[in-house]
């Protein structure tokens, strides 16, 4: 059964930073390529970033890019996502995806899914 849960999610104000987490358990992470998803209110869900195994082939949406990082920890099969000076436009409820082909663009191509974790950024 392969089940991701993220954590890490929480109220800052503007210019500060969360670190997001995602556990994944039930299968060989290192089969699979992960990313990074998020949704505002009243908005279409969004690719953030996506890494491959061994942290190859990285990408970040332009929006985020400069600001978070994208790691992974294969020992711990947990997957992060580093926000740093965070803004408003970046509160969302945000998903952690696994598939064997990450597109930021290809929603359906991730096959696994968390249940999200909600990020708030006040001004």
């Known amino acids: 059964q392969v089940q991701l849960v993220e954590s890490g999610g929480g109220s800052v104000q503007a210019g500060g930073s969360l670190r997001l987490s995602c556990a994944a358990s039930?299968?060989?992470?290192?089969?699979?390529?992960m990313g990074w998803f998020r949704q505002a209110p009243g908005k279409e869900r969004e690719g953030v970033a996506r890494?491959?195994?061994?942290?190859?082939?990285?990408a970040y949406a332009d929006s985020v890019k400069g600001r978070f990082t994208i790691s992974q920890d294969n020992a711990k099969n947990t997957l992060y996502l580093q926000m740093n000076s965070l803004k408003p436009e970046d509160t969302a409820m945000y998903y952690c995806?696994?598939?064997?082909?990450?597109?930021?663009?290809?929603?359906?191509?991730?096959?696994?899914w968390g249940p999200g974790t909600q990020v708030t950024v006040s001004s």
């Open positions: 995806a696994a598939g064997t082909s990450c597109p930021l663009s290809q929603e359906r191509s991730y096959k696994y």
């Open positions: 039930g299968y060989t992470y290192s089969n699979y390529c």
């Open positions: 890494i491959y195994p061994g942290g190859s082939a990285i």
